[in-house]
């Protein structure tokens, strides 16, 4: 019986971790939309993709196809070395269609490298994700 009680806790347990993982906030949810822009959140998706300190999660905002601007989530980068990033490095796809992004080469910062490269990494993801999901 006690070996029962056990094993129905455990799998309980195992179901509550499952369903509250697919239970996306939606300022999460993968695709979003603001009026005719559509913006595509990388945080579910990109998790996998280490910057310096943890994952560089970003919104893409497209309209049109275009590039509208990239805007860096919540991270746990060092600010100091993300700043250039943030500076430097979001704006170069603004204006850009989708295509033109994707074939772009994106120089790293130098002063901010393996934040740099996942912010490159983060945004080519978001737009593969992006062209499969449109």
């Known amino acids: ?11 309980a347990y195992c179901l509550t971790i499952t369903l509250q993982a697919q239970d996306v906030p939606a300022k999460f949810a993968p ?8 913006i ?5 998706f990109g998790k996998d993709i ?19 601007k990239v805007e ?5 980068e060092t600010r100091e070395y993300f700043a250039p990033v943030k500076e ?6 603004n204006g850009l269609t989708v295509k033109e ?3 772009k080469k994106v120089d790293v910062i130098t002063e901010a490298t393996v934040s740099s490269r996942a912010i490159i ?9 992006y062209e499969k999901n449109k």
């Open 121 to 129: 990494e983060t945004v080519q993801r978001g737009l593969e994700y």
């Open 50 to 68: 280490r910057g310096y300190n943890r994952d560089t999660p970003v919104k893409i905002y497209l309209l049109k196809d275009k590039i509208v």
């Open 88 to 93: 430097k490095l979001l704006h170069v796809w």
């Open 72 to 76: 860096a989530m919540t991270n746990r």
């Open 40 to 44: 595509i959140c990388t945080k579910t």
């Open 1 to 11: 019986m006690k070996r029962l009680t056990v094993l129905l806790f455990i799998l």
């Open 31 to 38: 695709i979003q939309h603001a009026g005719d822009t559509l």
């Open 101 to 103: 992004a994707k074939a």
